[in-house]
């Protein structure tokens, strides 16, 4: 019995360990984020097509321009199709060269020059964290 309730013990307290908290679960969408923008900015260079991200709380999406049909979501790429954050997570701001975006956050990658600084910010629970796109 004492075996078992030692066992029931560890078992609680390696699940607590490895269970992520709220600051190591935004890291990693912030990473995860971040390597998505930079792809994005990649690709619409190496396609000749424009590739725009846009956000609001809970969710994001990268869209790409065509001639027919204007902006459209990216359904043919697996790494940027339309991502749900994590519960908990959420975009909070979008700032286009330090200035709080105007309308909906939306950020466009242009095909050919350079794209415009921003950052984004994430947060859970009391963690923050922001992801930082120079053109440099």
């Given at each position: 019995m004492v075996v078992v309730v030692i066992m029931g013990m560890i078992v609680g307290l390696v699940s607590v360990?490895?269970?992520?908290?709220?600051?190591?679960?935004?890291?990693?969408?912030?990473?995860?984020?971040?390597?998505?923008?930079?792809?994005?900015?990649?690709?619409?260079?190496v396609s000749g097509v424009a590739i725009a991200w846009t956000a609001d709380a809970g969710t994001y999406q990268f869209q790409q321009l065509t001639e027919e049909l204007g902006w459209i979501a990216i359904r043919n790429n697996d790494a940027l199709r339309s991502r749900q954050l994590p519960?908990?997570?959420?975009?909070?701001?979008?700032?286009?060269?330090?200035?709080?975006?105007?309308?909906?956050?939306?950020?466009?990658?242009?095909?050919?020059?350079?794209?415009?600084?921003?950052?984004?910010?994430?947060?859970?629970?009391?963690?923050?964290?922001q992801v930082v796109v120079s053109p440099i």
């Amino acid at each position: 019995m004492v075996v078992v309730v030692i066992m029931g013990m560890i078992v609680g307290l390696v699940s607590v360990m490895v269970e992520p908290d709220d600051r190591s679960l935004l890291n990693v969408e912030a990473q995860r984020l971040a390597q998505l923008l930079d792809l994005a900015a990649a690709e619409a260079r190496v396609s000749g097509v424009a590739i725009a991200w846009t956000a609001d709380a809970g969710t994001y999406q990268f869209q790409q321009l065509t001639e027919e049909l204007g902006w459209i979501a990216i359904r043919n790429n697996d790494a940027l199709r339309s991502r749900q954050l994590p519960q908990g997570i959420t975009i909070s701001s979008l700032l286009i060269e330090n200035s709080l975006a105007a309308e909906a956050m939306r950020v466009e990658f242009p095909a050919y020059g350079q794209t415009t600084a921003f950052t984004v910010e994430l947060h859970n629970g009391n963690a923050r964290n922001q992801v930082v796109v120079s053109p440099i």
